[in-house]
């Protein structure tokens, strides 16, 4: 797929959930719909956003989209009138914007150091700056965002080169549960899928990629070859395999979640019946 010069350069991609389309985010305020298998542009949602969209997460069949002006966009990308919900809030560009795994919250982080908390049913029943929590704990430009896969109402975000916190969030109450100085700006967050693990990207002065356990916090390893912030990373459909993407115009894939089981070798066969029984204490 090629995106037009005049409309480009792209700000921000993400897959659907068919993992067949594509949301392509551009600095002229639109958002195409791409069919990755055909490599076909399917539609070009527009009337929106007044400048680039730089950040952007499906939930289900709305396309969210969040731009430089503040403004975050639910588009249903099923009907020719897409728009079918508006959130204000952000006073500066959206930089973060990520789903629950339930669809029913939304977390978005901004230039202007907020962190805002989405309900569905929320927001749908009242005005469109009706916001379930508003935080303001980071001191600096909140990008990453996570959600943690093990517990619903765990969110995991981390600020920028003045704050370099990574901080934990109960969002049924809106509490701070813990808050880690990581020493250097946060860039992106990544739960592991099959282990209570956290990896965060991050910038000045190491660029590095560093695993945390969960929730001790406790470093398990730091990766390091990037020469510039890593900026995304994203995780391969199982979970083990993570590519980070950095200022430095590098792709790095790491196995830095550990093993696929299918790949790991089979145990050897023990001759002896039963032996299986005979481990169990």
């Not at 959206?94 to 982080?109: H, N």
């Not at 901004?110 to 916001?131: E, F, M």
């Not at 509490?175 to 250097?184: E, K, P, R, W």
Request: aromatic content about 8%; proline content about 4%.
């Amino acid at each position: 797929m090629t995106v037009d010069e005049d409309t480009g350069p792209i700000t921000s991609v993400s897959w659907a959930p068919d993992g067949r389309h594509i949301g392509v985010g551009l600095n002229n305020s639109e958002v195409q719909l791409w069919d990755s298998t055909s490599n076909k542009l399917l539609r070009t949602l527009r009337g929106g956003h007044e400048s680039r969209v730089g950040a952007m997460d499906w939930n289900n069949h709305v396309l969210s989209t969040g731009g430089m002006e503040g403004l975050i966009i639910n588009n249903d990308v099923r009907i020719r009138n897409h728009i079918v919900e508006t959130y204000r809030g952000h006073h500066q560009e959206v930089c973060g914007l990520k789903w629950s795994a339930s669809g029913q919250q939304l977390a978005i982080g901004g230039n202007d150091n907020l962190l805002y908390i989405w309900d569905r049913s929320v927001a749908s029943t009242n005005s469109p700056t009706q916001w379930l929590h508003r935080l303001e704990d980071h001191t600096a430009v909140v990008k990453a965002l996570a959600w943690c896969p093990f517990q619903a109402n765990l969110l995991a975000s981390g600020g920028g080169g003045g704050d370099g916190c990574i901080k934990f969030w109960n969002t049924h109450t809106g509490a701070c549960l813990n808050s880690v100085d990581t020493g250097s700006q946060v860039c992106s967050l990544l739960w592991n899928k099959n282990e209570r693990e956290l990896l965060s990207s991050h910038g000045f002065t190491e660029n590095q990629l560093t695993l945390w356990k969960y929730p001790s916090m406790v470093k398990i390893a730091e990766l390091t070859g990037h020469t510039s912030r890593v900026l995304y990373m994203a995780q391969s459909p199982d979970g083990f395999t993570v590519a980070s993407a950095a200022g430095d115009e590098t792709l790095r894939f790491w196995n830095v979640f550990g093993t696929p089981e299918l790949a790991k070798p089979a145990p050897k066969a023990n001759p002896q019946p039963f032996a299986h029984f005979n481990r169990i204490r």
